[in-house]
């Protein structure tokens, strides 16, 4: 009788750190723009491959939020770049805290951000437009693109914000 109790003791402890082990959220992540040092596990994560497979999906620790922006950019003659970033949500803000004479790091999980969309559009200015997306459920960062004008030039958005940057640099 003793060796059951305690066979059901150890079950029972068991289960309970199985059931109240926290899970951190999940969220869909790929890159617009390739990593620098080309590290395998990023650079297979680019957007232009994004294709809803697990390969694309993270444990966001840090975040309570999966975001997803969409980025827009009016080149000449009407044509339309866009671009797709997903991610865990950026929510950690890291600082140093003096407590007994010492100093020593923290981060803590802000809220800044709220459910739904938000655009933001530069008028009067050379720059591209953004959508920014928010969300509480696992993987929700999902959603394909709102406009259908055409598919993602990754490459032209890269080559586009460069060309920008370098214009902007000579002035």
């Not at 993270?58 to 939020?65: F, I």
């Not at 050379?126 to 693109?145: E, G, I, K, M, V």
Request: proline fraction near 4%; hydrophobic fraction near 30%.
């Amino acid at each position: 009788m003793a060796r059951e109790k305690s066979a059901l003791t150890t079950a029972i402890t068991i289960l309970s750190f199985a059931t109240t082990g926290v899970s951190s959220l999940q969220c869909y992540k790929c890159l617009i723009n390739p990593p620098s040092g080309e590290n395998y596990n990023t650079a297979k994560r680019l957007c232009v491959h994004f294709d809803y497979s697990d390969n694309f999906i993270v444990e966001c620790p840090h975040s309570t939020m999966c975001m997803k922006q969409d980025f827009y950019l009016d080149v000449q003659n009407g044509v339309r770049i866009t671009g797709v970033e997903r991610d865990c949500a950026p929510q950690t803000h890291a600082y140093q805290e003096y407590k007994n004479g010492k100093w020593s790091p923290k981060t803590e999980i802000l809220e800044p951000y709220e459910e739904g969309c938000t655009s933001i559009d530069n008028k009067g200015e050379r720059a591209t437009t953004s959508r920014h997306c928010y969300c509480r459920q696992d993987l929700c960062n999902s959603t394909t693109s709102t406009t259908h004008e055409g598919y993602t030039d990754i490459m032209g958005v890269i080559v586009v914000f460069n060309l920008m940057k370098y214009i902007n640099s000579l002035r």
